[in-house]
């Protein structure tokens, strides 16, 4: 059974940084481009950002771009991203994406499975 | 500007179809694949929709969608209370090197 858990996720200050991880279990983590996309509450989903298997293609939404970094470690399952210089609207709950197999594209928001989320609240 | 739209609500009686549109343009859904996506509140996005009309194995197949030009839809017959639930659909835009979604629509089973 495929299993995404995600944490980092707390109540930070505006311009303080943050690090989300996401360890996965039940599938072969380095064949595929794994993504994050937010939510805040009662609103859309909006994604953040993407890496593609062997790390070394990322995509990120210009609202997060030159403050927010992915990464991935293969040897321990895990995706991260690490968020610079918070401001009040990154507040959400932040999903970490299964994407697609290293054979197809990276270019698709195509998303088999998901976490549960971890929720990140900047307030001063 | 990026954007897909979506009606912010539909709503159908039990036994109904609805229809949900997303509205693009030529650096999206006119030039790539469309997907959907049910969300119940409180949990994560489950895909109902890739490749514009494909199913996900047991998603039924009460849930169709079709794409022509800028637009897409995803269609829902036979309409049930647990299909209450928020959708959304997503295309890779080329303009914003990113996956987009849309605003997400809220389906009511009256």
């Known amino acids: 059974e495929v299993q995404l858990v995600e944490s980092g996720g707390i109540v930070v200050q505006p311009g303080r940084s943050l690090r989300l991880s996401c360890v996965a279990s039940?599938?072969?983590?380095?064949?595929?481009?794994m993504h994050w996309v937010r939510q805040v509450p009662g609103k859309g989903l909006e994604w953040v950002s993407l890496?593609?298997?062997?790390?070394?293609?990322?995509y990120y939404a210009d609202s997060v771009k030159g403050r927010f970094t992915i990464s991935r470690d293969n040897t321990r399952n895990s995706l991260y991203l690490l968020m610079n210089n918070l401001r009040l609207d990154d507040s959400a709950l932040y999903f970490c994406?299964?994407?697609?197999?290293?054979?197809?594209?990276?270019?698709?928001?195509?998303?088999?499975?998901w976490g549960r989320g971890t929720q990140v609240t900047v307030s001063s | 500007q990026s954007v897909l739209t979506q009606p912010p609500s539909v709503s159908g009686t039990p036994g109904q179809r609805v229809t949900i549109t997303c509205s693009g343009s030529?650096?999206?859904?006119?030039?790539?694949?469309v997907y959907w996506y049910q969300q119940v509140p409180g949990m994560a996005p489950k895909l109902l929709i890739f490749?514009?009309?494909l199913r996900p194995s047991g998603v039924p197949d009460r849930f169709s969608g079709s794409k022509s030009g800028t637009s897409a839809s995803l269609a829902i017959s036979g309409l049930r209370s647990d299909d209450e639930a928020d959708y959304y659909c997503a295309g890779w835009d080329d303009g914003l090197s990113g996956p987009l979604f849309g605003g997400g629509t809220k389906l009511t089973v009256l």
């Open positions: 039940g599938f072969t983590f380095d064949d595929y481009t």
């Open positions: 490749r514009n009309n």
């Open positions: 994406a299964q994407g697609s197999l290293y054979s197809g594209t990276y270019r698709s928001p195509h998303y088999d499975h």
């Open positions: 890496i593609t298997w062997d790390g070394l293609t990322t």
């Open positions: 030529n650096s999206n859904i006119g030039i790539n694949y």
